[in-house]
């Protein structure tokens, strides 16, 4: 085998970001750009060589050609060993749970998540550890400074093995093994959740489900876990086959871009329970007949009902939320006595937390569910875990959340997003929101008293890492609250993100129109924050 030394030049903008390194799709098109990124990875990840890489993606665009340029500097760098996924494809919970299950030195995926794909679309590399989590701080941070003293990369010349054919092989001196993407995920989630029941609920009723896998990842696990193993009705799984475009769409499950989904759901005879997943298969949304559960409260109410899970049977350990994710979780975890941790947002936040056996659940408002099965957020999981939920309780979605209202309280919550603001002046809407912040305590805003405002500041409680900066948060007396921060994962411009909370424990109050209970929060985020004088936008983009 032949190993090309090619020479390079660093490029300064290879700065991974909330979840890895994201693009456009041209910008990792440009010669040498994906090769310096994961020659940086190799020189940091000295674990590697002689080691084993899990390998995979949502099958964008772009997604072959950066698996075969990755095979051949695998095999340059005297990596011992990849597990690919046939035709190139892993979803990233399933890369998370085979790093876990083979003890790998770690794994890379491809994917930009809920981002659009195709040759206009976004492309994205992560690196996930051996623990099976995103890379956290350190590890971004050393791959990034590699990024920008890169002289050359190192490439094996030759052409690699099929990936479509199931089985080993070798390139040079290196093992390439492809595996079914789907087998050693649904193994594990039959580990966790009772098949036989959610099977029954399939099978012995007249239960009907709908799953929308937006012609993103999930489409084969969808088919696979939910008709072929658990018995759903073929036409269970929409838009099930994984294309390279995603058929043009975001593949982003929320009320506004899963409009097929939602529009089923809310038909009078529609399915009684509705989920899509993302492009890489790590997000969830979930939906009952006429009726969506917010992220927030499906984290709270999925806490709330572990016992009735064979894989949490014995109790969970802890809860941890990102900080915009709504308090609905404080509250269970009060009530069952146990940790509830506020990490910043993205999911490599829980990991330690997670290694530490501090927490069992994890959630974020963006569509993000998982446990200490896997480290990362994991869509069908969530899904499963919910069946599960049906099966055992025999009651519709729309009951087990209004009932859990009924026991805890409700968080009326939601989200407005302020897309491809310019860069500059939404920094400098943060900016001047962070100069108000200490003369607000004590004051009073609509009918409102300020109890703390912040720019919310994390202690990793395991390692002690502090990250500062995270997201301006203005708390209400009584536990309503306003947190604004700024994307960390758009390619173009900013997107200004306000997320608005309510609690209101008057079981008399939980039937309202969510918008107009937060109407009045909502006026004093724009006006306490300029929203309109500084982006321009009197309204979101989008609002979930
Ligand atoms: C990705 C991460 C999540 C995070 C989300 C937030 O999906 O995996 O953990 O919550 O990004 O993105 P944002 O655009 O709000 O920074
Ligand atoms: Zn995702």
């Not at 927030?296 to 939320?321: Q, T």
């Amino acid at each position: 085998m032949n190993i090309n030394v090619v020479a390079t030049t660093p490029f300064s903008d290879q700065k991974p970001g909330t979840s890895g390194l994201r693009k456009q799709v041209r910008v990792f098109q440009q010669p040498h750009y994906l090769e310096n990124f994961v020659q940086a990875v190799f020189n940091t990840q000295t674990a590697l060589k002689g080691g084993t890489l899990v390998l995979g993606g949502d099958g964008r665009y772009f997604n072959r050609e950066a698996i075969r340029i990755i095979l051949r500097m695998a095999a340059a760098h005297g990596v011992a060993k990849v597990i690919v996924g046939r035709g190139g494809i892993l979803s990233t919970p399933a890369v998370s749970c085979l790093i876990r299950r083979y003890q790998t030195q770690g794994g890379l995926i491809l994917s930009a998540s809920h981002n659009p794909g195709g040759p206009q679309g976004d492309f994205g590399i992560k690196f996930n550890t051996p623990n099976g989590g995103p890379a956290p701080e350190k590890v971004t941070n050393a791959i990034h400074k590699a990024t920008l003293t890169l002289t050359e990369y190192r490439i094996a010349d030759i052409h690699p093995v099929n990936i479509d054919h199931l089985g080993n092989s070798t390139l040079g001196a290196m093992d390439i093994e492809v595996v079914d993407p789907v087998q050693d995920y649904a193994a594990l989630m039959q580990t966790l959740f009772d098949f036989d029941r959610i099977g029954t609920l399939f099978t012995g009723t007249a239960f009907r489900m709908r799953f929308d896998a937006m012609y993103a990842v999930t489409g084969p696990y969808g088919r696979r876990i939910l008709v072929e193993m658990l018995g759903a009705r073929s036409d269970t799984v929409m838009r099930g086959d994984p294309l390279a475009n995603f058929g043009g769409q975001h593949p982003d499950p929320n009320l506004v871009y899963a409009q097929d989904l939602v529009e089923a759901m809310y038909h009078r005879d529609g399915p009684d329970f509705g989920a899509a997943s993302d492009g890489d298969g790590d997000r969830n949304m979930i939906l009952g007949r006429g009726f969506f559960v917010t992220p927030s409260d499906s984290l709270a109410i999925l806490a709330a009902n572990a016992h009735h899970v064979p894989g949490y049977r014995d109790g969970i350990a802890g809860i941890a939320r990102s900080m915009p994710t709504s308090q609905a979780a404080d509250r269970v975890a009060a009530h069952l006595g146990i940790e509830c941790f506020e990490t910043p947002t993205g999911w490599k936040f829980f990991g330690n937390l997670l290694d530490a056996g501090r927490v069992t659940l994890c959630g974020e408002e963006s569509f993000g569910t998982g446990s200490d099965h896997v480290r990362e957020k994991d869509g069908l999981w969530a899904v499963l875990f919910w069946l599960n939920l049906l099966a055992v309780r025999q009651d519709s979605v729309e009951n087990i959340v209004r009932s859990h209202w009924r026991q805890f309280g409700r968080n009326y919550y939601t989200r407005h997003d302020f897309e491809e603001v310019d860069a500059e002046r939404a920094e400098t809407l943060m900016r001047r929101l962070r100069d108000r912040l200490s003369a607000l305590p004590g004051k009073r805003l609509g009918d409102h008293t300020v109890s703390l405002a912040d720019d919310f500041a994390y202690e990793d409680p395991i390692d002690g890492t502090i990250s500062q900066g995270q997201g301006v948060r203005i708390l209400f007396e009584g536990g309503s609250r306003l947190v604004f921060r700024l994307s960390g994962t758009g390619t173009a411009g900013a997107t200004l993100r306000l997320y608005v909370e309510r609690y209101e424990p008057d079981p008399q109050r939980h039937a309202l129109e969510t918008q107009s209970a937060l109407a009045p929060l909502i006026a004093i985020a724009h006006e306490v924050a300029g929203i309109e004088e500084h982006t321009g936008r009197e309204a979101p983009t989008v609002i979930t």
